[in-house]
């Protein structure tokens, strides 16, 4: 791991910028929902950021952790060790099973509505297809929890840790965080399926301590998929829209968002770490009196692989409403396990958002000027891409991509 503060490290950085034609990434709305909509007429750019000659425009220094609250080293901190015996070999399993529940959950949906109407219009089937169909019933008429969340039953729960174990997890923070704050945590990249996140909220009660919640937004197709939805809710998860971001903020919590949303699924390749950014993260902090938290979760890209090329489930994505990514991936040996991959989770220092925009701290902008919006923006490129650099592990070697919406 590299050192905590750019002073430290003296990394710097060199951006080009290339064009890009509207066809090549499908985009999403600016809060980050899943539904991939219409490219803008102004297109995308790309910002490839490497290790620069430090001649080269470093990080801002306004951005840099103070001496005082940097760390000395980066703080880690691993799960818990699985119990001995066969009741931890038990618990492994059942997390490797989940899992893999996870990876097929949209397969099921799919397979077991099919066997509905053909059981009972093509076979003469009865009992098994009412069965299922009063589960799907049944469960839809359950109310799933909303702005719920326990980060300590998190802590405490099996799964969760064998999760954690199966990718063999490490969270790394640059800082503690002043928990008197509240933080909009900006999580980057999705993957193919996005379970980094999930697994991120291993570590809640590490990050925020003393009984602070991280309510993540996500796509708000998973919230109609059966059973599924239960687990999301009880992880703490809120459909991602701009309401969601003021009710996690009414309720004195913080929230996350996992920035790039389903369209960056499509930029992922072996060859460079590629991010889609849009700027509605920022002004929805703005609005909410957030301070912005980058998270970089190392290793999410690589615990699937497109079946077959990124483009046709691209375009798919455009005529689909729900979240089709669930079926778009294969992981460890063909199958829809994912790769048992290493994954660090990177949290970096913060930025004080009021400071930058020229408002007292905690005090919201209802109406963000874009043109403070931008120059926030183009800082905070900066200090992902500081993130990045400081903490990536030896094992990743790709550079850093950033595709910018510019009109976002």
Known sequence: MGATTETQTKKTFVMRTVAVRNEDVALESATGDGAAGDATAGGLSRSILTEAPAASTSLSSRLAPSSAQASASPIMVRPEARPPGLLGRLQTLGAVVFLGLMGSSLYLVIASALYIVIGFGVLGHRICPSILLGVWVGQGLISVKVLHQDPEGIKRSWLFREMANFFDVTLVMEQKLDT????????????????????????????????????????????????????????????????????????????????????????????????????????????NGYDLVPMFHFGATRMYNFIGPASFWRSLSNRLPFPFFLIGGWGKGMTLLPKPVRIVIAVGSPIGLAALYGVPEGQSVPDPDPAKVDLIYEEWKKHLAGLYYRQRPEWETRELEIWDCPKS
């Open 180 to 287: 008197s704050k509240k933080y909009l945590f900006a999580q980057h990249p999705h993957g193919i399926l996005p379970l980094a996140p999930v697994l991120s909220a291993y570590f809640i009660s590490d990050v925020v301590p003393g009984g602070g919640k991280i309510f993540c937004l996500i796509h708000s197709g998973i919230f109609y998929m059966p059973i599924v939805r239960f687990f999301m809710g009880e992880w703490g998860a809120l459909p991602a829209n701009k309401e969601s971001v003021a009710e996690a903020k009414q309720q004195g919590q913080h929230c996350s968002i996992v920035v790039g949303g389903v369209a960056e699924i499509f930029l992922q390749n072996g060859e460079t770490e590629q991010l889609q950014l849009r700027k509605g993260f920022i002004r929805e902090a703005l609005r």
